[in-house]
């Protein structure tokens, strides 16, 4: 195998000659083989949209010679085009606050300069990663704002997806409103509700996280790039200052701005706790309700089984015919691993010191894992169970003719203490609720056949309907 000699401050290495990246690049490889992973497929495209726009904005202000920019943006071109992908052999978790990805980035992005322009590969006298490549840029203000670029991305996938959630529940709750049935608390026998009113529940809270998200999603296009290895912009042109954030617009597509405080843009990074929390918010309410999926189609026999999964494998090993609802199954086990990534992301930005974060790849990786994951966790909640989910209304009304539900509608007009007594009779003697009350003469049958509609117990009753059964009564 061939191989060329390449130096840093260590010493030498020696390099295969065909690679793109380099000493810096390999030594990261050697010392850091953690997750047996490579950088995330956006982040690898953020970074070189990020010296894409450095490179623009240092060729405009005469500090970059024009034939090195040209060959340096073609070469983030490729990259960003998905070329060159697998020459970033970086492990995403790694020492150093990312210095090992952004000086892969600028390795390969370099050596694949220096052969556009007719050099060899490791001939940094063309083209150098440091001098040229990371031009007015520091690790500490790159790797942030590739990290906040590529959450960017990652979040809209994730909202587009909890916006079609939002819509397919809502679609459920018009197709279900007509069906009553005994809603619940504490698992517990509480009042009736129409079924529509549980879906369109879950749509609300969707929709509220997904607001949620976007709102912490603005924090994310504040970037600290120009501000360099602190904040104090050393080694970064006024003129590079002002223009950066308008060419990295151009290179990503997103509204970045420069922070108005560099230096805490570079120590400070509670925006990915903030985000990280919303992302937590969204696990919460998936799992809330996958677990009410499994609950409302328990059994199917011997269970509530007012609403049907949609069969996606068997179940079982042993049981034949057994189905599982798998699909809920792997959402709350994907909101579990969000919920501890939001504590490891939370520790990492905590762990800050002075003027610099040296966490921030565990913090990206956990962060880039969660919306990822919640992604596909809510395409196939949608796709793989609610589009198919049915009701029983049979079973529905089953349960609600058998159970006292109806009694609390009689307080107003009985009072809780006979209401009370009425419930246990029932309980006790299998009697309906209103057999119990026509026995006792408590109220007369007609104000009482209306005062026992379940479906008149689901919404705030009608007010000239309450008027004319006060006159009765």
């Given at each position: 195998?061939?191989?060329r000699?390449?130096?840093?401050?260590i010493?030498?290495?020696p390099i295969?000659?065909?690679v793109?990246?380099?000493v810096?690049?390999?030594?990261?490889k050697?010392?850091?083989?953690?997750?047996?992973k490579?950088?995330?497929?956006?982040?690898?495209?953020?970074?070189?949209?990020?010296?894409?726009?450095?490179?623009?904005?240092?060729e405009?202000?005469?500090?970059?010679d024009?034939?090195?920019?040209k060959?340096?943006?073609d070469?983030?071109?490729?990259?960003?085009?998905?070329k060159?992908?697998?020459?970033f052999?970086?492990?995403?978790?790694?020492?150093?606050?990312?210095?090992?990805?952004?000086?892969?980035?600028n390795?390969?992005?370099a050596?694949?300069?220096?052969?556009?322009?007719?050099?060899?590969k490791?001939?940094?006298?063309?083209?150098?990663?440091?001098?040229?490549v990371?031009?007015?840029q520091?690790?500490?203000?790159?790797?942030?704002?590739?990290?906040?670029?590529?959450?960017?991305?990652?979040?809209q996938?994730?909202?587009?997806q909890m916006?079609?959630?939002?819509?397919?529940l809502?679609?459920?709750?018009?197709?279900?409103?007509?069906i009553?049935?005994?809603?619940?608390?504490?698992?517990?026998?509480?009042?009736?509700?129409?079924?529509g009113?549980g879906?369109?529940?879950y749509a609300s809270?969707?929709?509220?996280d997904?607001?949620?998200?976007?709102?912490?999603q603005s924090e994310?296009?504040?970037?600290?790039?120009?501000?360099?290895?602190?904040?104090?912009?050393?080694n970064?042109?006024?003129?590079?200052?002002?223009?950066?954030?308008?060419?990295?617009?151009k290179?990503?597509?997103?509204?970045?701005?420069?922070?108005?405080?560099?230096?805490?843009?570079?120590q400070n990074l509670?925006?990915?706790?903030?985000?990280?929390?919303?992302?937590k918010?969204?696990?919460?309410?998936?799992?809330?309700?996958?677990n009410?999926f499994?609950?409302l189609?328990?059994?199917?026999?011997?269970?509530?089984?007012?609403?049907?999964?949609?069969?996606?494998q068997n179940?079982?090993?042993?049981m034949?015919?057994?189905i599982?609802?798998v699909?809920?199954?792997v959402?709350?086990?994907v909101?579990?691993?969000?919920?501890?990534?939001?504590?490891?992301?939370?520790m990492?930005?905590e762990?800050?010191?002075?003027e610099l974060?040296?966490f921030?790849?565990v913090?990206?990786?956990?962060?880039?894992?969660?919306?990822?994951?919640?992604?596909?966790?809510?395409d196939t909640?949608?796709?793989n169970?609610?589009i198919?989910?049915t009701?029983?209304?049979?079973?529905?009304?089953?349960l609600?003719s058998?159970?006292?539900?109806?009694?609390t509608?009689?307080?107003p007009?009985?009072?809780?203490?006979e209401?009370?007594?009425?419930?246990?009779?029932?309980i006790l003697?299998?009697?309906?609720?209103e057999?119990?009350?026509?026995?006792?003469?408590?109220?007369?049958?007609?104000?009482?056949?209306?005062?026992?509609?379940?479906?008149?117990m689901?919404?705030?009753?009608?007010?000239s309907?309450?008027?004319?059964?006060?006159?009765?009564?």
């Amino acid at each position: 195998m061939k191989e060329r000699i390449e130096y840093d401050s260590i010493g030498g290495l020696p390099i295969p000659a065909e690679v793109y990246y380099g000493v810096q690049t390999l030594r990261a490889k050697q010392n850091f083989d953690i997750t047996g992973k490579r950088l995330h497929e956006d982040m690898i495209v953020s970074l070189a949209q990020v010296k894409k726009a450095s490179a623009i904005t240092n060729e405009e202000i005469g500090d970059l010679d024009p034939t090195i920019a040209k060959a340096i943006i073609d070469a983030c071109n490729a990259i960003i085009s998905g070329k060159f992908h697998d020459q970033f052999i970086v492990d995403p978790i790694q020492g150093g606050a990312g210095t090992s990805s952004n000086m892969n980035a600028n390795e390969v992005v370099a050596n694949i300069a220096i052969e556009s322009l007719g050099g060899t590969k490791g001939d940094y006298s063309i083209c150098h990663p440091n001098d040229h490549v990371n031009m007015a840029q520091s690790t500490n203000d790159v790797y942030p704002t590739s990290g906040k670029i590529t959450a960017l991305k990652l979040t809209q996938k994730l909202l587009f997806q909890m916006d079609r959630l939002t819509e397919v529940l809502t679609q459920k709750a018009v197709e279900f409103n007509d069906i009553i049935k005994v809603g619940r608390t504490q698992l517990q026998d509480a009042v009736p509700m129409r079924m529509g009113q549980g879906f369109k529940a879950y749509a609300s809270a969707v929709a509220r996280d997904a607001k949620r998200l976007r709102k912490t999603q603005s924090e994310l296009y504040t970037v600290n790039l120009g501000g360099t290895a602190i904040g104090t912009a050393i080694n970064a042109n006024p003129e590079y200052l002002k223009r950066i954030a308008g060419n990295l617009k151009k290179t990503t597509g997103f509204d970045m701005v420069l922070a108005d405080d560099l230096i805490d843009a570079t120590q400070n990074l509670d925006a990915f706790v903030a985000v990280s929390g919303a992302l937590k918010a969204v696990s919460v309410t998936l799992s809330k309700m996958a677990n009410d999926f499994r609950l409302l189609s328990s059994g199917p026999k011997t269970g509530f089984a007012e609403i049907n999964l949609p069969p996606k494998q068997n179940g079982s090993s042993i049981m034949p015919g057994k189905i599982n609802p798998v699909i809920p199954e792997v959402v709350s086990q994907v909101a579990f691993n969000v919920i501890g990534n939001d504590l490891t992301i939370t520790m990492a930005v905590e762990a800050g010191q002075l003027e610099l974060n040296a966490f921030e790849p565990v913090m990206f990786y956990n962060l880039f894992e969660s919306i990822e994951t919640l992604t596909n966790a809510v395409d196939t909640f949608i796709d793989n169970c609610i589009i198919g989910i049915t009701a029983n209304p049979d079973r529905c009304e089953e349960l609600l003719s058998q159970s006292i539900v109806t009694v609390t509608a009689l307080c107003p007009y009985i009072g809780y203490k006979e209401a009370s007594e009425i419930a246990k009779e029932s309980i006790l003697t299998g009697k309906h609720v209103e057999q119990i009350v026509k026995d006792k003469g408590l109220l007369n049958p007609e104000v009482l056949e209306t005062l026992l509609d379940p479906t008149l117990m689901t919404e705030p009753m009608d007010e000239s309907l309450e008027e004319l059964i006060e006159e009765i009564v």
